[in-house]
């Protein structure tokens, strides 16, 4: 019989990757951040995009889309206790980004080079170095 003392969401954080502690949640938005941002490269140019540009080719409801996906980003950041301020900065790159994005089919070109979800992982990323330094992971570049 199942334990029922323990609220529902007790039975993620035993899964891999759906824990609630600070080293789940930064490989959560490390993997969404490479999906929005970094999930292909262009031949030629060398570059990466994701389908948050991908998604600029959908005029209105691509914008939309991609915005909900950032502010999933500023959800995980206010489940970690981020400051106002810091979430703040999130939420006007989630919000810069959505209107760049809503210019249909020219929107995709700034939403190339300003990478919000990018910005908004570093913030995250500097909040648990600082507060969670057991979760910093090495990478060798």
């Known amino acids: 019989m199942a334990d ?7 039975a993620f954080d ?3 990757g759906l824990g609630r ?7 959560r938005v490390e993997a969404l951040e490479h ?16 389908l948050d540009v991908l998604l ?4 209105v409801a691509g914008s939309l889309v991609g915005a909900a996906l950032g502010s999933y980003l500023v959800w995980e950041a206010r489940n970690l206790g981020m400051s106002k301020w810091q979430m703040a900065r999130m939420l006007g790159n989630v919000g810069f980004d959505a209107l760049l994005g809503a210019i249909p089919w020219v929107g995709a070109i700034p ?3 300003f990478r919000s979800n990018s910005r908004n992982v570093r913030i995250i990323r500097r ?15």
């Open 14 to 16: 035993r899964l891999p």
């Open 127 to 141: 909040h648990l170095d600082k507060h969670h330094p057991a979760t910093a992971i090495l990478e060798g570049r």
């Open 56 to 59: 600029d080719a959908l005029p």
């Open 35 to 50: 999906i929005l941002e970094r999930m292909i490269v262009i031949p030629g140019l060398n570059r990466p995009i994701g």
């Open 111 to 113: 939403d190339y080079f």
């Open 21 to 27: 502690d600070p080293q789940a949640v930064r490989k």
């Open 4 to 10: 029922r003392t323990k609220p529902y969401h007790a």
